[in-house]
């Protein structure tokens, strides 16, 4: 079974090789974290166009030189030797490599997720069932609404302030952990 991790990729070079419809949701989940990455690939579906300007692109072949430099890999081609050999080639490597066709070979999955300000969610199947997770991901969308980016940001707001006035940790505590039964408007006055 695979560990929950939640990566600081800031300062981490990220290839996509493929340049598919899987490649292109794969950049996608990058870019909704903030992150640029590069994506090599002799061809490219439309969708591309969609986000060009916020992405790098090489027009080639895959090639190890392509990778060397990066840390984050993502094997995305509907070639299977190929994606095979990248995955093996991170794992000899120290890299991060999620081989869209070859759960084995991958030591890490990009997981489906709800995203609310720093509202952070996400559902794994272990592979069993993607589809599933996508499911579970639209119930969330509806119960964890857009407005719950607003209300973290608040609650987090609200836990500084008692911590930064409460210097007793059980006191801190119980009034911090009360925080998460108030309502936004609650939420504002207590900033
Ligand atoms: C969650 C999501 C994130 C994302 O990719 O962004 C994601 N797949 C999504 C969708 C999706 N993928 C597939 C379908 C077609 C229907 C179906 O097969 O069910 C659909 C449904 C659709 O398109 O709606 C086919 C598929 N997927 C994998 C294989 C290969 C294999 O199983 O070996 C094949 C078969 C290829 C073939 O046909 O041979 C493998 C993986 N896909 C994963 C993630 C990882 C496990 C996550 C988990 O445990 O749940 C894992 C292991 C590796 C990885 O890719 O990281 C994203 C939902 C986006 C959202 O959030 O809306
Ligand atoms: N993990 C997932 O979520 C998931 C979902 C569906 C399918 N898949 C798997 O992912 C594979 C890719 O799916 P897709 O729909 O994006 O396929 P696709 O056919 O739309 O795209 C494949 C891309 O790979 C590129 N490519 C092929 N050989 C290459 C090489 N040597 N170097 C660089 N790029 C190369 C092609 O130019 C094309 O852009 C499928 O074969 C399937 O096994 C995974």
Redesign the pocket.
């Known amino acids: 079974m695979l560990y929950p991790i939640n990566l600081n990729i800031e300062n981490m070079k990220i290839t996509i ?7 292109y ?1 794969k950049a996608t989940n990058f870019l909704d974290f903030g992150k640029k990455v590069t994506v ?6 439309d969708e591309f166009k969609m986000i060009e300007n916020e992405i790098e692109i090489i027009y080639d ?2 090639d190890k030189k392509y990778i060397k430099d990066s840390f984050v890999v993502v094997a ?4 299977k030797d ?1 994606n095979h050999k990248i995955g093996v080639y991170c794992n000899q490597n120290g890299k991060l490599v999620n081989v ?2 070859d759960k084995k070979l991958s030591n890490f999955t990009v997981p489906s997720y709800v995203k609310r300000g720093e509202l952070l969610i996400s559902i794994s199947t272990g592979g069993n069932s ?1 589809s599933l997770s996508a499911k579970i991901k639209r119930e969330l969308e509806e119960t964890y609404d857009e407005s719950y980016g607003e209300y973290i940001e608040l609650l987090g707001l609200a836990r500084k302030k008692i911590i930064e006035e409460n210097k007793d940790i059980k006191e801190r505590r119980k009034k911090i952990k009360a925080l998460i039964d108030l309502s936004v408007e609650e939420l504002k006055e207590k900033i």
């Open positions: 090789i493929g340049g598919g419809k899987v490649a949701r090599v690939s002799k061809e490219f579906v072949e895959y995305a081609t509907n070639n190929i869209v066709d993607p």
